[in-house]
């Protein structure tokens, strides 16, 4: 909450053909919706409210000139919230209600920096894991954007990798499953880690080209080794700074350096 910086899910995608402000409006609608649980009434007005904010900017679906104006952020999304509240729109009211953790921490309503720098790294696991999830996901989209309007990648070295840590609260995420999908030849990669292959959608799963598994409860032995394609016994003979990876069809054992000792071997 102390940050200066934010993330803007309301930043437009610039894409002639998939992008727009009507079109974000509805991809954060549908974010919202799924990470807040909103009812049909508040889907149908925090839409339209949107879609007012993207207006008063001057950005307009009609006019694809207008989608580089500084977008609106979730400041103007709740003034306009508390105008209607206080016009006596109930359901208004009551979406001020679920949105209010959002609009406490702020994370949505600060400037977002140009993520331009060799290394960026966003901590958010101050945030409750449902907006720290909307954020994730707001990221996400935005990276994966930004890389299909530059272009497909003549080589196989990705321009951009994303880490997503505790990747639990992204099980869902159509963002995560569209860049492990398409985002390679685009030059997008993503690395995801979580404790346990529950958190991880088949999707994801399925589509990446390395897959890394650490010593595991005996208890999921059977399930890890069956979800990963690797050997029961190679899974249940895993100790600590030993891992089983997989790059293709190749697996093997591998032992690891930790980060500690890197540092004070210098």
């Given at each position: ?7 803007n899910?309301?930043?437009v995608?610039?894409d002639?053909e998939?992008?727009g ?22 889907e149908?007005l925090?839409l339209?409210i ?16 207008s ?11 709740q003034q ?28 949505f309503?600060r400037?977002q ?5 060799k ?5 958010l ?12 996901e ?11 309007l ?9 321009r951009?990798y ?16 569209r ?8 030059g ?9 292959e529950?958190h ?21 032995v059977k ?9 029961e ?11 089983l ?5 190749q ?8 980060y500690?000792r ?5």
């Amino acid at each position: 909450m102390a940050s200066s910086h934010g993330i803007n899910p309301l930043i437009v995608n610039l894409d002639a053909e998939g992008g727009g402000p009507h079109l974000q409006a509805i991809a954060v609608t549908t974010t919202l919706k799924r990470s807040l649980q909103l009812g049909p009434n508040q889907e149908g007005l925090l839409l339209e409210i949107l879609q007012f904010c993207y207006n008063r900017r001057g950005i307009s679906q009609e006019q694809p000139t207008s989608w580089t104006r500084e977008a609106p952020n979730f400041t103007d999304l709740q003034q306009e919230i508390e105008s209607r509240v206080e016009s006596g729109c109930k359901e208004s009211q009551k979406l001020k209600l679920k949105l209010i953790a959002t609009f406490t921490y702020g994370v949505f309503c600060r400037p977002q920096p140009d993520f331009t720098e060799k290394h960026i790294r966003i901590d958010l696991s101050k945030l409750p894991p449902e907006i720290g999830a909307i954020a994730a996901e707001s990221l996400a989209w935005q990276l994966m954007n930004q890389h299909r309007l530059t272009g497909e990648i003549e080589g196989k070295l990705p321009r951009t990798y994303l880490f997503i840590d505790e990747a639990k609260e992204l099980r869902k995420s159509r963002a995560c499953d569209r860049i492990i999908a398409d985002g390679r030849k685009y030059g997008l990669g993503l690395v995801l880690a979580s404790q346990s292959e529950r958190h991880l959608s088949d999707d994801v799963i399925g589509n990446s080209s390395t897959k890394i598994v650490l010593p595991v409860d005996q208890s999921e032995v059977k399930r890890v080794a069956a979800k990963f394609r690797f050997a029961e016994k190679k899974v249940a003979e895993l100790v600590p700074l030993t891992a089983l990876c997989r790059f293709g069809k190749q697996a093997e054992v591998t032992s690891i350096f930790p980060y500690h000792r890197r540092v004070e071997d210098g």
